[in-house]
């Protein structure tokens, strides 16, 4: 059964650099047909899809964050990683990772973080 | 990008009662559509994928249906345990969500 866990900074300051880690434990992040996700949730809102990794590198994210984003990741830790540039308050959120299903339709989240609360403030 | 409008955004129902969430697409999807539970403190559970087949496991009241731009879920007889917010997600181009439904008792 894989597991997802996100970690990093619970506080950074506005126009700094939002950094977090997903650690995957129960399966190689480098096998099999999924994507490795960054979703976020501001209070009283609903989901927004950060972006995604392939195990080949290849990425895709939110047109509306695109500038902002870059998400990699490192196999040999088992790990993948959020960058998101010049934050401000709207940046808030309780931050996903989340594995994704694809290859054979349909597509879904089969796996997720249990969330990291992100703070813009100074 | 592809826009999901969820409604309503929260609603109040009884035990027992039917209760029906629509998600529209801002542009056609056909039928790349999930639905999901999420509960507080707990990761989101899948319900339906492909707008309507109903993931094992699940009870047999939850329903989804639509294609194109139009979805609808359904519960059929309110569950103690069916008070979450739920919301959907189209994966026909990247990803999007809609904005929830939280769903409390009346």
């Known amino acids: 059964q894989v597991q997802l866990q996100e970690s990093g900074p619970g506080l950074v300051r506005p126009s700094q650099t939002l950094s977090l880690t997903c650690t995957v434990s129960g399966d190689a992040i480098r096998i099999g047909s999924y994507y490795w996700n960054w979703i976020r949730q501001p209070a009283g809102k609903g989901l927004e899809w950060i972006g995604r990794?392939?195990?080949?590198?290849?990425?895709d994210y939110n047109s509306s964050l695109t500038s902002r984003v870059t998400i990699s990741l490192d196999s040999s830790t088992n790990q993948f990683f959020l960058r998101l540039t010049s934050v401000t308050a709207a940046d808030t959120a309780v931050y996903y990772c989340a594995r994704e299903v694809f290859g054979v339709l349909p597509d879904y989240f089969d796996s997720w973080g249990p969330g990291a609360l992100v703070t813009v403030s100074s | 990008d592809i826009q999901m409008t969820q409604s309503p955004s929260s609603l109040s129902a009884s035990l027992g009662d039917r209760v029906t969430i629509t998600c529209q697409a801002s542009?056609?999807?056909?039928?790349?559509l999930n639905w999901y539970q999420h509960k507080p403190g707990k990761a989101p559970k899948l319900l339906i994928t492909d707008a309507s087949k109903l993931q094992t496991g699940v009870p047999s009241r939850f329903s989804g249906s639509g294609s194109g731009t139009d979805f609808t879920l359904t519960i059929s007889g309110l569950q103690p345990d069916d008070y979450a917010t739920y919301f959907c997600?189209?994966?026909?181009?990247?990803?999007?969500f809609g904005g929830g439904t939280k769903v409390e008792i009346k």
């Open positions: 542009q056609d999807i056909n039928k790349f």
């Open positions: 990794i392939y195990t080949s590198g290849n990425t």
């Open positions: 997600q189209q994966y026909d181009r990247l990803v999007s």
